[in-house]
């Protein structure tokens, strides 16, 4: 059944939806918090085969060829951690936690910037969430510093 729209005290409307993007996160209704991910795999997909396509397998493998050896060597050998870092340096391949911290600051950085009211709602709790990263590697302020933080503190030796 189609609900009419929500009208705000400004005159704006808002339209009943089963899904919305926000931030480049596709929301969809339901009872509970709900994302969709089938933008983002559409996406990925596409943009393979495009790739794909114009260079060929060859190139491809030629390209990352050497990671994917090492990488199928390190869990074929099982080695130790030592070794897994010291593979992922000489890659200059940040582990997954490395890249999950960087993707989170730089996305609370552009959240506390926006000037969009939903956004100034949870202004104070992504910032204090931001200043807890920041705070992690050093004397960050920003999410460059931060990914340059990262890399000195990762490519040092143990």
Known sequence: ???????????????????????????????????????????????????????GRAALLRSKGKHLYYCTRLKLARCSPVVVGECQRNFNFLPIKAQLTIRTAKFLQSFT?????????????????????????????????????IYEQFMQYD
Do not use: P
Not at 24 to 31: A, D
């Open 1 to 55: 059944m189609q609900c009419a729209n929500l009208t705000s005290i400004h005159g704006g409307s808002l339209k009943w939806v089963s899904s919305c993007r926000y931030l480049g996160i596709h929301f969809v209704s339901g009872r509970t918090l709900k994302c969709s991910f089938d933008s983002a795999k559409a996406k990925f997909y596409r943009a393979f085969n495009a790739m794909y396509s114009k260079v």
């Open 113 to 149: 910037a926006s000037e969009n009211t939903l956004c100034l709602l949870f202004k104070h709790k992504a910032s204090s969430q931001l200043i807890r990263i920041f705070s992690e590697y050093g004397k960050a302020h920003s999410a460059c510093q931060l990914i340059n933080a």
